[in-house]
Nanobody, 116 residues
Framework: QVQLVESGGDLVQAGGSLRLSCSASGSISRIHTMGWYRQAPGKQRDLVAT???????VYADSVKGRFTISRDNAKNTVYLQMNSLKPEDTAVYYC??????????WGQGTQVTVSS
């Protein structure tokens, strides 16, 4: 089992910045990809960004140029730096981790609210 604990969600004004953190613990030796997804009320959960343990990244088009995902393998932590936030970024942000022959692991979510 892998446990993921997110932090950093908050209420921020449009144009502001936030940094989310997700710390992994447990059986993490087979985890190679970590990332962030988000879910707005009444909508499906969507990919925001992922990063592999070698540093390869994928971003949703809607966040390219504004969000940056990074990872500290020594601390088993992934970060999401969010700049130029927009009201449409408002959602619950979930940390995700998976690896070879593992299920998807999810955190409990952290609320990000961007006011206009």
């Amino acid at each position: 089992q892998v446990q993921l604990v997110e932090s950093g969600g908050d209420l921020v004004q449009a144009g502001g910045s936030l940094r989310l953190s997700c710390s992994a613990s447990g059986s993490i030796s087979r985890i190679h990809t970590m990332g962030w997804y988000r879910q707005a009320p009444g909508k499906q959960r969507d990919l925001v960004a992922t990063i592999t343990n070698s540093g390869s990244t994928v971003y949703a088009d809607s966040v390219k140029g504004r969000f940056t995902i990074s990872r500290d393998n020594a601390k088993n932590t992934v970060y999401l730096q969010m700049n130029s936030l927009k009201p449409e970024d408002t959602a619950v942000y979930y940390c995700n981790a998976y690896g070879t022959w593992t299920p998807d692991y999810w955190g409990q979510g952290t609320q990000v609210t961007v006011s206009s």
